[in-house]
């Protein structure tokens, strides 16, 4: 799987957009990026995936760049609750194993 | 409930006893996977389930350590004469099918202590 990379923090004002960044140079065509969140004592929580295409949850909203080497997520209406650890994570979908690999992350600090 | 769910939340066992660790995953999920994660750390794969049977155990640390899936649903984890390094949050996972662009979905974990 590619390798990614996440600034280790960012702030956001509550009520604001957040934009996560994530580096992901070494993407191959059949690789997909998705992203999970960690909240304290929580387990990882799934919040979105894209291949290519834009895509939009209710949750939050993923841009991939046209030559697929970097990605943001976007968390339009940033809330207290959404200080977390957020993870960026480029995988194959049929690789064997399947397991998931979490880098270092982005911590969001989202401040009232 | 709809998501995974694992039992107990938190064990707390002396060194050298056994532990039976618990998930149930998301009704329809083919695949059930079991991380560990330490204070800190990123996540650590251990094994993982295709229906009631498991290609890939490459992950456990060592024969203290197995797990079983029966009926294609629940799964347990057990580890055998604990050690105080297997204290960790142990985290369980379902998706739909392997090979699938599904993800995984996460319980919140078994937060394991061995005094």
């Known amino acids: 799987d590619a390798k990614t990379t996440q600034p280790p923090s960012m702030d956001c004002a509550e009520g604001r957009a957040a934009n996560l960044p994530c580096n992901h140079s070494t993407i191959s065509g059949n690789e997909y990026v998705y992203w999970y969140r960690q909240i304290h004592s929580q387990g990882p929580q799934y919040i979105i995936h894209?291949?290519?295409n834009n895509e939009t949850n209710e949750m939050a909203s993923l841009i991939i760049t046209e030559d697929r080497k970097s990605s943001t997520l976007i968390l339009p209406h940033a809330t207290l609750r959404d200080t977390a650890v957020y993870y960026c994570?480029?995988?194959?979908?049929?690789?064997?194993?399947?397991?998931?690999?979490f880098g270092g992350g982005t911590r969001l600090m989202v401040k009232p | 409930g709809a998501g995974v769910s694992q039992s107990p939340s938190n064990k707390v066992t002396e060194k050298g006893k056994d532990v039976e660790l618990r998930c149930d995953p998301i009704s329809g999920h083919t695949a059930l996977y079991w991380y560990r994660q330490s204070l800190g750390q990123g996540l650590e794969f251990l094994i993982y389930f295709q229906g009631n049977s498991a290609p890939d155990k490459s992950g456990l640390p060592s024969d203290r350590f197995s797990a079983e899936r029966t009926g294609g649903s629940v799964s347990t984890l057990t580890i055998q004469r604990t050690q105080q390094e297997d204290s960790a949050v142990y985290l369980c996972?379902?998706?739909?099918?392997?090979?699938?662009?599904?993800?995984?979905?996460f319980g919140d974990g078994t937060r394991l202590s061995i005094l």
């Open positions: 894209g291949l290519k």
């Open positions: 994570i480029v995988r194959v979908a049929n690789n064997a194993g399947n397991m998931l690999t």
């Open positions: 996972a379902s998706s739909p099918l392997r090979g699938s662009n599904q993800p995984q979905h």
